[in-house]
């Protein structure tokens, strides 16, 4: 056995890794998670292909439409104009409202990025995959891995509001995506800005384009964690944007435009364009920079609405858009700044309206009608077997896709949601459902003076209980009350119940199955 080194940077670590386990109450277990934390699975060169169990679906004879899905970062519903916004300028966003659908109790799959966005790719609830918290660099140093174990511990007790890290460190190879989907049928699939389900610059199992993608050019990372890279495909351009980040909304925007230039033509394509903006830090290039009336957050939404007008130009200039459909939406609530919109209550990270309802606008030409309006309840993750259908592939039969095919809902040929209800996760927990206009959690906390985190489900939450403050369960009629202002559970104690059915149920469904697989019969 070849004898192991140690050099003095490494004892110093160590060093520093015992010490805190010796003065810090639970330190110890916070020692083993540095030890565990960023290593992820090994990449093995020789790994086998992934398997996509996708098929055509038999007879279909429909045209495949071009897609361009427009992900925004952190983006409240109420920041476009379209949306009741009165501050911030966003003529072309509000023009595809004009020229197609725009939903209003439309939800992310969860309240923070990866979850929101691996559901989304998936059309399943974070919670199979495993990525249920903001997946971390793999190049985070010692010292912010000890501080983020120990905000966990802290966490755990109650004090902060965070708890536990992802169960893996990237999207698992099981998973199948959108872009694995579309590819089956034909497509030309290209990944544009932030991916955030993996930082493949440590790991390369977690690249987008070992996940159905042929073309990506954008960072592993969010643009708050440092060192981000910058790649085209597999290829590292820059080591870390740093703070140069002003450039990232027009690099998005012309990467976008190049991609539909390249693959226009007999071959259908799926552009997936994340922008990073406008989660933190916020910064604005020149031409825009200091021109809206909502401080720095609004440049940067202004210079993203400049973005999505340039990539509809150039689909009207070359004759594409009637054969495209464009979908714009965000992964959560917005942080910070924002307006979650309609008085929405709470923010990002949060299971009120506020950290998961978000916009969602469609534009196809021909079978969308032209400014109309959904108010059915749907949700990210029926991206997946809408658009799947639309091409002409089924959903994977070896599994449970949460989420339901809402072409009706877009077209208007159909009244009514495809779901009986939607669950609001909170991190691994599940705090609450929506079925029809109800609105229910079974627990959360309250954010509210003098003890924002008073959820009864650790140590300072059941120190701060008191019959006159907190209590739950809590029920909300959204169509009279979208905003949770009003607590209707004692009043209404049979709808409790019964969405109290709803949550327990699927607990124990995803406790039997957590992954969702299907076995064959």
């Known amino acids: ?44 060169a020789e790994k086998a292909p992934r398997t996509i169990p996708v098929s055509r679906i038999p007879g279909f004879n429909g045209k495949q439409p071009n897609i361009v899905l427009i992900l925004c970062d952190d983006l409240g519903q109420g920041d476009p104009g379209c949306y009741g916004d009165k501050t911030i300028r966003t003529p072309n966003i509000d023009s595809l409202a004009s020229e197609g659908v725009r939903f209003t109790d439309f939800y992310s799959s969860a309240s923070l990025c990866s979850p929101s966005r691996v559901g989304l790719l998936t059309g399943r609830y974070a919670i199979r995959s495993g990525i249920v918290f903001p997946l971390q660099s793999g190049g985070q140093s010692t010292t912010s891995k000890f501080m983020q174990s120990l905000a966990r511990r ?108 390249r693959n226009k033509g007999s071959q259908p394509f799926f552009l997936y364009l994340a922008y990073h903006a406008p989660h933190l830090p916020l910064y604005a290039s020149e031409n825009f920079k200091d021109k809206s009336g909502a401080g720095i957050y609004g440049d940067v939404v202004e210079e993203m609405d400049w973005g999505v007008g340039e990539v509809i130009r150039y689909l009207k200039d070359n004759g594409l858009e009637d054969d495209t459909i464009v979908i714009f939406t965000s992964d959560n609530g917005p942080w910070y700044n924002g307006n979650p919109g309609e008085d929405f209550r709470r923010r990002k990270g949060e299971s009120y309206e506020g950290g998961f309802r978000v916009p969602l606008i469609v534009r196809w030409p021909g079978k969308i009608v032209p400014g109309s309006l959904c108010t059915e309840p749907a949700q990210n993750i029926d991206f997946f077997p809408t658009l799947s259908a639309l091409a002409g592939v089924g959903t994977p039969p070896d599994r449970i896709i949460d989420g339901k095919d809402i072409t009706g809902l877009m077209t208007g040929e159909s009244k009514k949601s495809p779901h ?26 309250h954010y509210t003076w003098p003890q924002p985190l008073d959820k009864p489900t650790t140590t300072f939450g059941k120190m701060s209980q008191d019959k006159f403050l907190g209590n739950w369960p809590n029920l909300y009629n959204l169509k009279t009350d979208p905003g949770e202002n009003y607590d209707l559970a004692s009043r209404y104690p049979e709808v409790c119940t019964k969405m109290e059915k709803l949550m327990s149920n699927w607990e124990k469904d995803i406790k039997a199955n957590r992954k969702g697989w299907i076995k064959k019969q």
């Open 154 to 261: 802290f966490g755990k007790l109650g004090a902060i509001d965070m708890s536990v890290k992802s169960m893996v460190d990237g999207i698992p190879d099981e998973e199948v995506t959108i872009a694995d989907a579309l590819k089956v049928a034909g497509y030309r699939t290209g990944m544009i800005g932030k991916w955030h389900l993996g930082d493949f610059s440590h790991d390369p199992q977690y690249h987008p384009m070992k996940h159905g993608f042929d073309e990506f050019f954008g960072t592993p990372m969010t643009n708050d964690e440092l060192p981000n890279p910058l790649y085209r495909n597999e290829i590292m351009l820059e080591k870390d944007i740093g703070l140069n980040q002003a450039r990232l909304t027009g690099l998005s925007t012309s990467e976008a435009i190049g991609f539909i230039e």
């Open 1 to 44: 056995m070849k004898e192991q080194l140690l050099t003095r940077r490494t004892v110093m670590k160590l060093g520093a890794m015992a010490g805190a386990a010796a003065v810090c109450p639970g330190g110890a277990g916070i020692v083993s998670d540095l030890i565990g934390m960023g290593t992820g699975n090994a990449y093995a």
């Open 420 to 445: 009986d209800a939607l669950y609001f996760y909170h991190v691994e927990q599940l705090e609450g459902v929506r079925s029809g206009d109800w609105k229910y959690f079974h627990y959360v906390n």
